[in-house]
């Protein structure tokens, strides 16, 4: 099974400023097999990005994927305060189909 | 717009079996795999397995032995069987669409939180 681990566990950040999320793969998982999802509170998830860079849609291009290999990065550009919630990544190449643990981007 | 809606019984006895029917409104279910996905209260999600509108199904290893998934086409309906509960199988319970068999999921139902409790 694939472990991600999502850092860091919070991030704490102003509306307008840059959050950079991260997620590590246990194994290689090449560049084309890595989801995001937001999740609110008493919400499903919502899917933002798959296949590491691709937006979903409906999903504002302040929303960007990258990375490759192990290495993976969420990045949201100049944070709208409805932004603020939990990021989970979910690696989509290999079954079974993992999660990781989540970051939790609060307001400062 | 294609939308789902867990429905069964938000408390089940510890042994007994966890069974869940998501329902597929404003669309259809051939074409398309549709997934289980848990979470327990506070925590994170766990893929628990899929099946397509065909019945061929793939399952979490960590869970396979106590899942079963069928399809009810007539109904536009997939369901989730869970054998042996016990507590740490409290959790809210999600289906969701897979896109494509691409293994992540574009669309997600309100979630259902099933309780395991004497």
């Known amino acids: 099974e694939i472990v991600l681990t999502q850092s860091p566990g919070t991030l704490s950040l102003s509306p307008g400023e840059r959050a950079t999320l991260s997620c590590r793969a246990s194994q290689n998982i090449g560049s084309t097999s890595l989801a995001w999802y937001q999740q609110k509170p008493a919400q499903a998830p919502r899917l933002l990005i798959y296949a590491t860079s691709s937006r979903a849609t409906g999903i504002p291009d302040r929303f960007t994927g990258s990375g490759s290999g192990t290495d993976f990065t969420l990045t949201i550009f100049r944070l709208e305060p409805e932004d603020f919630a939990v990021y989970y990544c979910?690696?989509?190449?290999?079954?079974?189909?993992?999660f990781g643990q989540g970051t939790k981007l609060e307001s400062k | 717009q294609v939308q789902l809606q867990e429905s069964g019984p938000g408390l089940v006895k510890p042994s007994e079996t966890l069974s869940l029917t998501c329902s597929v409104s404003f669309g259809s279910i051939s074409g398309y795999y549709w997934s289980w996905i848990r979470q327990p209260p506070g925590k994170g999600l766990e893929w628990i397995g899929f099946?397509?509108?065909?019945?061929?199904?793939n399952y979490n290893p960590s869970l396979h032995s106590r899942v079963t998934m069928s399809v009810d086409m007539s109904k536009n309906q997939f369901s989730l069987n869970l054998s042996s509960v016990t507590a740490a199988d409290t959790a809210v319970y999600y289906c969701?669409?897979?896109?494509?068999?691409?293994?992540?999921?574009?669309?997600w139902g309100q979630g259902a939180l099933v309780t395991v409790s004497s």
């Open positions: 969701a669409r897979d896109v494509m068999a691409s293994n992540y999921f574009d669309l």
């Open positions: 979910q690696q989509h190449g290999r079954s079974p189909y993992t």
């Open positions: 099946i397509f509108y065909s019945g061929s199904t």
